[in-house]
Protein backbone atom coordinates (compact mmCIF):
# COMPACT_ATOMS: atom_id res chain seq x y z
CA UNK A 1 0.00 0.00 0.00
CA UNK A 2 1.56 3.46 -1.12
CA UNK A 3 2.76 5.57 1.34
CA UNK A 4 -0.69 8.47 0.28
CA UNK A 5 -3.19 5.62 1.12
CA UNK A 6 -2.00 4.67 4.35
CA UNK A 7 -1.98 8.10 5.63
CA UNK A 8 -4.83 9.44 3.89
CA UNK A 9 -7.80 6.67 3.02
CA UNK A 10 -9.83 4.82 2.99
CA UNK A 11 -12.01 7.60 1.35
CA UNK A 12 -11.53 11.25 0.15
CA UNK A 13 -14.04 13.47 0.27
CA UNK A 14 -14.19 16.00 -2.44
CA UNK A 15 -16.79 18.55 -2.87
CA UNK A 16 -17.10 20.13 -6.19
CA UNK A 17 -15.38 17.31 -6.99
CA UNK A 18 -17.42 17.62 -11.14
CA UNK A 19 -15.81 20.19 -12.54
CA UNK A 20 -12.62 22.57 -12.24
CA UNK A 21 -9.95 22.21 -9.50
CA UNK A 22 -11.80 19.81 -7.54
CA UNK A 23 -12.67 17.52 -10.28
CA UNK A 24 -8.75 17.63 -11.44
CA UNK A 25 -8.07 16.78 -7.39
CA UNK A 26 -10.14 13.74 -7.51
CA UNK A 27 -8.68 11.94 -10.64
CA UNK A 28 -5.21 12.43 -8.70
CA UNK A 29 -6.47 10.91 -5.50
CA UNK A 30 -8.22 8.35 -7.24
CA UNK A 31 -4.62 7.73 -8.85
CA UNK A 32 -3.19 7.13 -5.49
CA UNK A 33 -5.76 4.02 -4.76
CA UNK A 34 -8.48 6.09 -2.35
CA UNK A 35 -12.07 5.73 -2.88
CA UNK A 36 -13.78 8.64 -3.55
CA UNK A 37 -17.07 10.64 -2.30
CA UNK A 38 -18.08 13.01 -4.29
CA UNK A 39 -20.17 15.95 -3.83
CA UNK A 40 -22.08 18.62 -5.76
CA UNK A 41 -25.48 19.39 -6.75
CA UNK A 42 -25.74 17.47 -10.52
CA UNK A 43 -26.66 14.08 -10.06
CA UNK A 44 -26.27 13.73 -14.04
CA UNK A 45 -22.52 14.75 -13.40
CA UNK A 46 -21.68 13.15 -10.41
CA UNK A 47 -22.58 10.32 -11.96
CA UNK A 48 -20.90 10.92 -14.93
CA UNK A 49 -17.69 11.56 -13.18
CA UNK A 50 -18.02 8.82 -11.04
CA UNK A 51 -18.50 6.34 -14.03
CA UNK A 52 -15.30 7.76 -15.21
CA UNK A 53 -13.18 7.23 -12.08
CA UNK A 54 -14.31 3.89 -11.61
CA UNK A 55 -13.10 2.66 -14.89
CA UNK A 56 -10.09 4.17 -14.93
CA UNK A 57 -9.18 3.66 -11.35
CA UNK A 58 -10.59 0.68 -10.15
CA UNK A 59 -12.14 2.61 -7.03
CA UNK A 60 -15.13 3.05 -5.10
CA UNK A 61 -17.15 6.00 -5.45
CA UNK A 62 -20.32 7.24 -4.14
CA UNK A 63 -21.81 9.87 -4.97
CA UNK A 64 -23.77 12.47 -2.56
CA UNK A 65 -26.22 15.41 -4.48
CA UNK A 66 -26.32 18.10 -2.03
CA UNK A 67 -26.67 22.23 -2.09
CA UNK A 68 -24.24 23.27 0.24
CA UNK A 69 -25.76 26.25 0.82
CA UNK A 70 -28.95 24.41 2.77
CA UNK A 71 -27.89 23.43 6.13
CA UNK A 72 -29.98 20.46 5.46
CA UNK A 73 -28.14 19.11 2.54
CA UNK A 74 -24.74 19.60 5.10
CA UNK A 75 -26.42 17.70 7.40
CA UNK A 76 -27.08 14.68 4.65
CA UNK A 77 -23.56 14.95 3.94
CA UNK A 78 -22.21 14.09 7.61
CA UNK A 79 -25.49 11.47 7.81
CA UNK A 80 -24.76 9.36 4.44
CA UNK A 81 -20.67 9.26 5.46
CA UNK A 82 -21.51 8.12 8.59
CA UNK A 83 -20.05 4.69 8.27
CA UNK A 84 -17.05 5.65 5.90
CA UNK A 85 -13.53 6.70 6.81
CA UNK A 86 -12.71 9.88 5.70
CA UNK A 87 -9.55 10.01 5.40
CA UNK A 88 -9.18 13.03 3.36
CA UNK A 89 -11.16 16.06 3.37
CA UNK A 90 -11.10 18.82 0.57
CA UNK A 91 -14.13 20.76 0.94
CA UNK A 92 -13.45 22.63 -2.28
CA UNK A 93 -16.67 23.83 -3.42
CA UNK A 94 -17.26 27.45 -3.39
CA UNK A 95 -19.85 30.27 -4.81
CA UNK A 96 -18.66 33.65 -5.53
CA UNK A 97 -20.09 36.74 -5.71
CA UNK A 98 -18.92 39.92 -7.28
CA UNK A 99 -19.55 43.42 -7.80
CA UNK A 100 -20.48 46.89 -6.16
CA UNK A 101 -21.39 45.06 -2.72
CA UNK A 102 -24.69 46.74 -1.82
CA UNK A 103 -25.68 45.69 -5.52
CA UNK A 104 -25.97 42.54 -4.68
CA UNK A 105 -28.64 40.06 -2.51
CA UNK A 106 -27.95 39.82 1.24
CA UNK A 107 -29.44 36.62 0.34
CA UNK A 108 -27.16 35.93 -1.99
CA UNK A 109 -24.32 36.45 0.47
CA UNK A 110 -25.49 35.06 3.07
CA UNK A 111 -25.87 31.89 0.75
CA UNK A 112 -21.71 31.98 -0.05
CA UNK A 113 -21.62 32.41 3.57
CA UNK A 114 -23.06 29.16 4.53
CA UNK A 115 -21.42 26.92 1.82
CA UNK A 116 -18.20 28.88 1.77
CA UNK A 117 -17.55 29.31 5.14
CA UNK A 118 -20.12 27.26 7.50
CA UNK A 119 -20.30 24.12 5.56
CA UNK A 120 -16.42 24.04 5.32
CA UNK A 121 -15.69 24.65 8.79
CA UNK A 122 -18.56 21.81 9.82
CA UNK A 123 -16.59 19.03 7.88
CA UNK A 124 -13.20 20.22 9.04
CA UNK A 125 -14.60 20.15 12.89
CA UNK A 126 -16.58 16.54 12.09
CA UNK A 127 -14.10 14.95 9.86
CA UNK A 128 -10.99 16.40 11.84
CA UNK A 129 -12.18 15.30 14.78
CA UNK A 130 -12.15 11.53 13.53
CA UNK A 131 -9.21 11.69 11.74
CA UNK A 132 -7.48 13.48 14.66
CA UNK A 133 -8.80 10.17 16.92
CA UNK A 134 -7.33 8.19 14.37
CA UNK A 135 -3.68 9.96 14.78
CA UNK A 136 -3.91 10.51 10.43
CA UNK A 137 -5.57 12.20 7.78
CA UNK A 138 -5.33 14.90 5.86
CA UNK A 139 -7.27 18.29 5.29
CA UNK A 140 -6.98 20.58 2.04
CA UNK A 141 -8.89 23.62 2.47
CA UNK A 142 -9.30 25.65 -0.63
CA UNK A 143 -8.45 29.77 -0.55
CA UNK A 144 -7.54 31.99 -3.20
CA UNK A 145 -5.30 34.91 -3.86
CA UNK A 146 -7.78 36.90 -3.47
CA UNK A 147 -8.04 36.29 0.24
CA UNK A 148 -4.40 37.36 1.17
CA UNK A 149 -5.11 40.88 -0.31
CA UNK A 150 -7.80 43.54 -0.20
CA UNK A 151 -10.08 43.17 -2.96
CA UNK A 152 -12.86 45.91 -3.53
CA UNK A 153 -15.82 44.30 -5.97
CA UNK A 154 -15.30 40.89 -4.40
CA UNK A 155 -15.38 42.16 -0.84
CA UNK A 156 -17.23 39.14 0.99
CA UNK A 157 -15.63 36.34 -1.68
CA UNK A 158 -12.28 37.87 -0.13
CA UNK A 159 -13.28 38.23 3.16
CA UNK A 160 -14.50 34.05 3.40
CA UNK A 161 -11.71 33.09 1.89
CA UNK A 162 -9.01 35.02 4.30
CA UNK A 163 -11.43 33.08 6.89
CA UNK A 164 -10.70 29.60 5.64
CA UNK A 165 -7.09 30.65 4.85
CA UNK A 166 -6.53 31.56 8.41
CA UNK A 167 -8.35 28.51 10.02
CA UNK A 168 -6.30 26.27 8.01
CA UNK A 169 -3.04 27.88 9.15
CA UNK A 170 -3.84 27.51 12.89
CA UNK A 171 -4.79 23.96 12.48
CA UNK A 172 -1.85 23.01 10.40
CA UNK A 173 -0.56 23.78 13.64
CA UNK A 174 -2.97 22.14 16.16
CA UNK A 175 -3.87 18.69 14.14
CA UNK A 176 0.21 18.63 13.42
CA UNK A 177 0.41 17.24 16.47
CA UNK A 178 -2.01 14.46 16.28
CA UNK A 179 -0.86 13.09 12.94
CA UNK A 180 -3.21 14.97 10.55
CA UNK A 181 -1.91 17.46 7.91
CA UNK A 182 -3.64 20.71 7.28
CA UNK A 183 -2.71 22.48 3.53
CA UNK A 184 -4.48 25.51 2.42
CA UNK A 185 -4.19 25.90 -1.01
CA UNK A 186 -4.85 29.65 -2.47
CA UNK A 187 -4.92 29.81 -6.41
CA UNK A 188 -4.99 32.62 -8.82
CA UNK A 189 -7.50 33.24 -12.04
CA UNK A 190 -8.07 29.20 -12.84
CA UNK A 191 -9.54 28.24 -16.14
CA UNK A 192 -12.65 26.62 -14.55
CA UNK A 193 -16.49 27.43 -15.18
CA UNK A 194 -16.07 29.23 -12.22
CA UNK A 195 -13.49 31.65 -14.08
CA UNK A 196 -15.59 31.62 -17.01
CA UNK A 197 -18.64 32.20 -15.31
CA UNK A 198 -16.96 35.37 -13.35
CA UNK A 199 -16.78 36.88 -16.92
CA UNK A 200 -19.77 38.79 -16.36
CA UNK A 201 -19.09 42.43 -16.48
CA UNK A 202 -15.32 41.88 -15.90
CA UNK A 203 -12.70 42.04 -18.07
CA UNK A 204 -10.59 38.84 -17.10
CA UNK A 205 -7.69 40.12 -19.81
CA UNK A 206 -6.76 43.27 -17.17
CA UNK A 207 -6.09 40.91 -14.30
CA UNK A 208 -2.27 41.31 -13.94
CA UNK A 209 -1.86 37.51 -12.34
CA UNK A 210 -1.39 34.59 -14.61
CA UNK A 211 -4.63 32.44 -15.52
CA UNK A 212 -3.78 28.59 -14.77
CA UNK A 213 -4.76 25.16 -15.89
CA UNK A 214 -6.89 23.11 -13.29
CA UNK A 215 -4.70 20.28 -13.66
CA UNK A 216 -1.38 21.66 -12.93
CA UNK A 217 -2.98 23.66 -9.75
CA UNK A 218 -4.78 20.00 -8.37
CA UNK A 219 -1.16 18.27 -9.24
CA UNK A 220 0.68 21.04 -7.01
CA UNK A 221 -2.10 20.75 -4.51
CA UNK A 222 -2.04 16.98 -3.71
CA UNK A 223 2.10 17.09 -4.09
CA UNK A 224 2.41 20.02 -1.75
CA UNK A 225 -0.39 18.40 1.04
CA UNK A 226 1.37 17.31 4.35
CA UNK A 227 4.63 19.34 3.08
CA UNK A 228 3.75 22.80 2.86
CA UNK A 229 1.06 25.04 4.74
CA UNK A 230 0.49 26.94 2.06
CA UNK A 231 0.49 26.67 -1.65
CA UNK A 232 -0.01 29.57 -4.08
CA UNK A 233 0.16 28.13 -7.90
CA UNK A 234 2.45 30.23 -10.17
CA UNK A 235 5.55 32.25 -9.42
CA UNK A 236 4.08 35.52 -10.48
CA UNK A 237 0.92 35.12 -8.13
CA UNK A 238 2.84 34.20 -5.04
CA UNK A 239 5.19 37.19 -5.97
CA UNK A 240 1.55 39.29 -5.82
CA UNK A 241 0.67 38.06 -2.89
CA UNK A 242 3.84 38.52 -0.58
CA UNK A 243 4.26 42.32 -1.94
CA UNK A 244 1.00 43.15 -1.08
CA UNK A 245 1.75 42.04 2.41
CA UNK A 246 4.99 44.15 3.06
CA UNK A 247 3.70 47.55 1.18
CA UNK A 248 1.65 49.78 3.42
CA UNK A 249 -2.28 49.11 3.88
CA UNK A 250 -3.51 52.35 2.36
CA UNK A 251 -0.91 51.53 -1.09
CA UNK A 252 -2.42 47.92 -0.99
CA UNK A 253 -5.90 48.74 -1.00
CA UNK A 254 -5.73 51.72 -3.92
CA UNK A 255 -4.08 49.82 -5.92
CA UNK A 256 -5.95 46.42 -5.35
CA UNK A 257 -8.67 49.21 -5.79
CA UNK A 258 -7.65 50.98 -9.03
CA UNK A 259 -6.76 47.29 -10.25
CA UNK A 260 -10.25 45.78 -9.94
CA UNK A 261 -11.73 49.31 -11.40
CA UNK A 262 -10.11 48.52 -14.65
CA UNK A 263 -10.88 44.69 -14.20
CA UNK A 264 -15.07 46.04 -13.83
CA UNK A 265 -14.89 48.50 -16.03
CA UNK A 266 -16.47 50.83 -13.92
CA UNK A 267 -14.94 53.37 -15.19
CA UNK A 268 -13.35 54.96 -12.22
N1 LIG B 1 -11.43 29.26 -10.73
C1 LIG B 1 -10.74 30.22 -10.14
O1 LIG B 1 -10.30 31.20 -10.80
C2 LIG B 1 -10.44 30.15 -8.66
C3 LIG B 1 -9.49 31.05 -8.12
C4 LIG B 1 -9.22 31.02 -6.76
C5 LIG B 1 -9.85 30.08 -5.95
N2 LIG B 1 -10.77 29.23 -6.49
C6 LIG B 1 -11.43 28.29 -5.58
O2 LIG B 1 -11.25 26.96 -6.06
C7 LIG B 1 -12.36 26.15 -5.69
C8 LIG B 1 -12.89 25.42 -6.89
O3 LIG B 1 -13.28 26.36 -7.86
P1 LIG B 1 -13.46 25.97 -9.41
O4 LIG B 1 -13.22 27.21 -10.18
O5 LIG B 1 -12.67 24.74 -9.70
O6 LIG B 1 -15.02 25.65 -9.45
P2 LIG B 1 -15.95 25.13 -10.65
O7 LIG B 1 -15.14 24.54 -11.77
O8 LIG B 1 -16.91 26.22 -10.98
O9 LIG B 1 -16.73 23.92 -9.94
C9 LIG B 1 -17.62 24.13 -8.92
C10 LIG B 1 -17.98 22.77 -8.31
O10 LIG B 1 -18.75 23.01 -7.13
C11 LIG B 1 -20.03 22.43 -7.27
N3 LIG B 1 -21.00 23.33 -6.66
C12 LIG B 1 -21.34 24.58 -7.09
N4 LIG B 1 -22.31 25.08 -6.32
C13 LIG B 1 -22.58 24.14 -5.38
C14 LIG B 1 -23.50 24.08 -4.31
N5 LIG B 1 -24.36 25.08 -4.05
N6 LIG B 1 -23.52 22.96 -3.54
C15 LIG B 1 -22.66 21.93 -3.80
N7 LIG B 1 -21.77 21.94 -4.80
C16 LIG B 1 -21.75 23.03 -5.58
C17 LIG B 1 -20.24 22.27 -8.79
O11 LIG B 1 -21.15 21.24 -9.14
P3 LIG B 1 -22.74 21.54 -9.25
O12 LIG B 1 -22.87 22.81 -10.05
O13 LIG B 1 -23.32 20.34 -9.91
O14 LIG B 1 -23.22 21.71 -7.85
C18 LIG B 1 -18.82 21.90 -9.22
O15 LIG B 1 -18.55 20.55 -8.97
C19 LIG B 1 -13.35 27.12 -5.01
O16 LIG B 1 -13.18 27.05 -3.61
C20 LIG B 1 -12.93 28.49 -5.51
O17 LIG B 1 -13.30 29.52 -4.61
C21 LIG B 1 -11.08 29.23 -7.82
Redesign the pocket.
Known amino acids: MSDFKKKYGSYALI??????????IAKIVASKGLNIV?????QN??DEKSAELIKKYGIEVKTI??????KE?LEKVLKETASLEIGLLI??????NHGFMMDISLEKEL?AIQ??IT?VFVMTHHYGKKMADRGRGGILL?????GHMPNPYFAN?AA??AY?ANLGFSLNYELNKKGVDVTV??????????????GDGMDISKMPMA??K?DY?AQLAIHGLGKKAHIIPGFKNTMMVKMSKIMPLSKAINSGGQMMDKVMNTGK
Open positions: TGGTSGIGEELVARRLLSADLTLDPNAAIEAMDSVSSMIYIKILSPGPTDTPMLQGAIQPV
